[in-house]
């Protein structure tokens, strides 16, 4: 009797937790930012590399954004971007190098539901001037960023996801300089 009364608590127990009474969220955090200051000096190149400016705030860019151990780290497809999450990308896990995912920066809808699908816990997207801010409002579903000035290169948007299984999900985001 007692085991029939185990093996009918089990069941039951399984029952909820596969129904979603026990849905646990699973949070996300995507990490929003535009490359470093990229070299001016030749003004015909289309695709510079960084400064010597640039180098730098890559480099501080690991201390700022490293605490949050990435899984995941997106790119466009110009140098400049590459190069400030390089730095990252190769110091987050002193096991193995993070490879650097280059995304399409033309398709930023598609591209934002591929991040709010992902399995990962936290993910740092670099992109531009205009694209970071862009792609922010998307994740947010609100438009409250507009354009950085062709000069800024400091701000970072760190949006946080709350997600549910059966439920609409709910962010929260911050800037913070770096």
């Known amino acids: 009797m007692k085991i029939l009364i185990c093996l009918l608590f089990g069941l039951l127990l399984f029952t909820l937790t596969a129904s979603g009474v026990f849905a646990q969220r699973r ?30 705030r890559a480099e501080k860019l690991v201390e700022t954004i490293g605490k949050y151990k990435p899984d995941l780290i997106y790119s466009t497809n110009y140098t400049r971007a590459k190069s ?16 650097i995912r280059i995304y399409d920066f033309d398709k930023l809808e598609e591209f934002a539901a591929e991040l709010l699908k992902s399995n990962a816990r ?10 970071t801010p862009e792609l922010a409002n998307l994740l947010v579903k609100q438009a409250k960023y507009k354009a950085l000035g062709d000069d800024e290169y400091d ?15 709910k962010s929260t985001e911050k800037i913070v300089a770096y």
């Open 27 to 56: 949070n996300l955090t995507i990490i929003l930012l535009r490359h470093a200051e990229k070299d001016l000096t030749d003004k015909n190149r289309t695709n510079p590399e960084l400064s010597a400016a640039g180098k730098t």
């Open 84 to 99: 400030t999450v390089l730095p990252l990308a190769e110091t987050v896990d002193e096991r193995y190098r993070i490879p």
């Open 122 to 131: 936290t993910i740092v997207v670099v992109g531009h001037n205009t694209t």
């Open 155 to 169: 701000k970072i948007w760190i949006v946080k996801i709350k997600r549910y299984k059966r439920k609409p999900y």
